[in-house]
């Protein structure tokens, strides 16, 4: 069982928030060299949400990598889009913003065990039970990580692992390579990979229609999706350990998100 780690961000929020899925949320999939990456920071469901600004204390890490090259956003506090960076080099870009930890307060048992059960985390109402642990008013901490890909001119180059604790890699190009057998993407805690998971894909087609469905990861921790033109994709993944409270009050929860968002193009 995970022990409770300081937390970086406190924050009294609904578990209603907790159950939105976070992504970057590019203006714009495929720019031009010397053209300007601008994105948002999305929570909400279905590729639907909020922007939210770029906040330092809010934030533990946030960069754009192309190949090795490393580039600061040049966020300033208070942004919105939160990403308004120009790239002059042409190639594939990872945005990625790893957000603080985040505190939450369960009212109600209902609330927990929706956001388990859509998750796939059905056991943990056992397990909570089992513990001993009240069914309402108990506290969770959550950690957001977000990958966006971005094409720079031709977009070439390849997804990897960026050393996010845990994290979605994309093993082909959505914008330069053939993708008719689909998506195969890979799921990474600690760089080890997730065998037996679930993976959600929001697509949302030109036509703004958002669809869902669930896949599953095989043994190497790779799922393959179905992909089709012209479509922007959401792809989520959601880990849940318990925690040892030191002290009354503390959460007994640990959720840590992965997304990972790209356009496919037109044609």
Avoid: C
């Avoid at 209603?16 to 948002?40: D, L, N, R």
């Avoid at 906040?55 to 919105?80: H, M, N, S, Y």
């Amino acid at each position: 069982m995970r022990a409770l780690a300081p937390l970086t961000l406190v924050l009294s929020l609904t578990s209603q928030a907790q159950a939105h899925e976070f992504w970057i949320s590019p203006q714009t999939y495929q720019v031009a060299p010397g053209g300007e990456i601008i994105a948002e920071l999305r929570v909400g469901e279905k590729l639907k949400g909020a922007g939210f600004p770029y906040i330092p204390t809010r934030t533990a890490r946030f960069e754009i990598l192309q190949g090795d090259t490393r580039l600061d956003p040049q966020a300033r506090i208070g942004d919105r889009p939160a990403l308004q960076r120009v790239v002059e080099t042409p190639g594939l870009a990872i945005v990625v913003h790893e957000t603080a930890d985040t505190f939450l307060k369960y009212p109600s048992w209902e609330k927990f065990e929706a956001f388990t059960s859509q998750k796939d985390f059905a056991w943990a109402q056992d397990m909570h039970r089992d513990r001993g642990l009240p069914e309402h008013g108990f506290s969770e901490v959550y950690r957001r990580y977000g990958k966006a890909l971005v094409a720079v001119g031709d977009g070439a180059g390849a997804d990897r692992p960026i050393g996010l604790d845990t994290e979605i890699v994309a093993l082909a190009n959505p914008y330069t390579d053939d993708l008719s057998g689909g998506l195969p993407v890979r799921v990474l805690h600690f760089g080890a990979p997730r065998s037996d998971v679930q993976v959600t894909l929001f697509a949302r087609g030109a036509d703004g229609t958002v669809s869902t469905s669930l896949h599953r990861t095989d043994g190497a921790g790779v799922a393959v999706l179905p992909m089709m033109a012209g479509t922007e994709y959401l792809v989520d993944s959601v880990i849940l350990e318990p925690l040892e409270p030191a002290a009354e009050g503390d959460p007994v929860w640990y959720t840590l998100w992965a997304s990972l968002t790209f356009r496919t193009p037109n044609e």
